[in-house]
């Protein structure tokens, strides 16, 4: 479970200057966890990086910290062995990177003038169709 979410590091970067951006953009989010630290048996402190790369556009980029709440040894073991986190703590970690970290850069990308991390919605128009020949919907 966790139990905080600190930001040490925010850095953005806009390439373009002046320009309008391309119409279309691809924009990836990543999160990585870069060292687990244990406090005590049942604490451990997960220090991680988001990405926003805008490629060739911009770049947007936060390192911070958690207090993660739970079984620290299997946490430690699986960090230690392979590197990795274990299965069942996985989603839990990085969605709370993820979605914490994805609001930060809303309001970022619009200072250095990027659109947002995130899908917007699309609208479709639909056309209008025409009745077939001889029938007629009012």
Known sequence: MIRSFELSSIEAKRF????????EIRIDTNSTVTEIRAIDKKQALIDFRFTANYFGLGLITMEGTLLWEGDVQNLENEWKSRHKLPEENVNEIHSVIVNSCIIESVIISKEIRLP???PLPVQIQQQKQKPPDGMDYH
Request: glycine share 10%; no cysteine; charged share 20%.
């Open 116 to 118: 947002p991390p995130i």
């Open 16 to 23: 373009l200057k002046g320009e309008a951006p391309p119409t």
